[in-house]
Nanobody
Framework: QVQLVESGGGSVQAGGSLRLSCAASGRTFSGYIVGWFRQAPGKEREFVASIVWTGGSTNFADFVKGRFTISRDNAKNTVYLQMNSLKPEDTAVYYC??????????????????WGQGTQVTVSS
């Protein structure tokens, strides 16, 4: 079983950048797909991006394409979500999640078995 620890949230003005980190403990991310989701107040949790640890293929929600990137660091067993050109509507709690797999498009929150505690991202106008 993998435990997920997120970090890197905070407050930023519109147009700014933040980088979120998701570190695995208990075991490596090998054989997992790692996703980022977000949930704004009063809204459902929504898919942001994912990366297949083995091979590195990525998937993004349309609303972040061109602004966010997702990457992994094998040595640190960590997945990063680089968020650029942030908008006020990006304000939400961001969650890291993981599921077993070597490919495919997994965008539903119920498709992931392991979750981090969440980190707040606030973008002011």
């Amino acid at each position: 079983q993998v435990q997920l620890v997120e970090s890197g949230g905070g407050s930023v003005q519109a147009g700014g950048s933040l980088r979120l980190s998701c570190a695995a403990s208990g075991r490596t991310f090998s054989g997992y797909i790692v996703g980022w989701f977000r949930q704004a107040p009063g809204k459902e949790r929504e898919f942001v991006a994912s990366i297949v640890w083995t091979g590195g293929s990525t998937n993004f929600a349309d609303f972040v394409k061109g602004r966010f990137t997702i990457s992994r660091d094998n040595a640190k067993n960590t997945v990063y979500l680089q968020m650029n050109s942030l908008k006020p509507e990006d304000t939400a709690v961001y969650y890291c999640a993981a599921r077993h797999g070597y490919g495919g498009s997994w965008t539903g929150p119920n498709m992931y078995n392991y979750w981090g505690q969440g980190t707040q991202v606030t973008v002011s106008s």
